[in-house]
């Protein structure tokens, strides 16, 4: 079965550039989330969205933003990296948004800041 | 808002043995999700089992099964007949069940399975 897909697998930035995280959700799934875990420490929710529409946000700093696009990939964007940002960025998906839905998650992408 | 507690950090078992892993959490709902979800070294998160809170009795799946004491806001893992396969990290999960809402995790708890 298909499952959610995310790109890059490794990003290897330096202090103050940006970068752009993919993530392609499981066909038919309308509703994807962000999560950030850094080292050591559980998955933090960012931010997630429906049907192309931002749906909650939890603590994604100002430098970050995403979308969700026509066919309901998303991509999150990240500005101005600090050391700090170094982390698995996890993707999920589920379909619909309530709250009996599964979310599924891709394989991370591991961001190191230098 | 929500926040869910993992009290043991670390847990260790001897092979085809039986650990029990905590968790509690602290919620004003009282329509809400429950997971337990696994990551191994490979840092992918599986979800393992989940219990839904209007139902009373306790999920199970497989040699995984979790005692729900939803008045005691507890939420424990019972992983029987250990394999070596089951060293990983474990992170108790809440989702509330209104729309769109998120998953907050626990700490997490580290299995290591002694051979």
């Known amino acids: 079965a298909a499952g959610v897909i995310q790109s890059p697998r490794h990003l290897i930035k330096e202090k103050r550039e940006t970068a752009t995280l993919k993530c392609y959700p499981i066909p038919r799934h309308d509703t994807v989330y962000w999560y950030q875990q850094g080292p050591g420490q559980d998955p933090q929710f960012l931010i997630s969205?429906?049907?192309?529409?931002?749906?909650d946000k939890g603590s994604i700093p100002d430098r970050f933003s995403a979308q969700q696009f026509s066919d309901y990939h998303s991509e999150l964007n990240m500005s101005s990296l600090e050391l700090g940002d170094s982390a698995l960025y996890f993707c999920?998906?589920?379909?619909?948004?309530?709250?009996?839905?599964?979310?599924?998650f891709g394989p991370g992408t591991r961001l190191t800041v230098l | 808002a929500q926040t869910v507690t993992q009290s043991q950090p670390e847990m260790s078992v001897q092979e085809a043995e039986t650990v029990t892993l905590s968790c509690t959490y602290d919620t004003s709902e009282s329509d809400y999700y429950l997971f337990w979800y696994k990551q191994p070294p490979s840092r992918q998160m599986i979800l393992v089992i989940r219990q839904e809170a209007y139902k009373q009795q306790n999920a199970t799946e497989n040699r995984f099964s979790v005692n729900f004491q939803k008045a005691a806001k507890s939420f424990s893992l019972k992983i029987s007949d250990s394999q070596l396969g089951d060293a990983a990290m474990y992170f108790c999960?809440?989702?509330?069940?209104?729309?769109?809402?998120?998953?907050?995790f626990g700490g997490g708890t580290r299995v290591l399975v002694k051979p």
């Open positions: 969205f429906y049907e192309k529409m931002q749906s």
């Open positions: 999920a998906s589920s379909l619909g948004a309530t709250g009996q839905n599964e979310q599924f």
């Open positions: 999960a809440y989702k509330g069940g209104a729309a769109g809402n998120k998953l907050t």
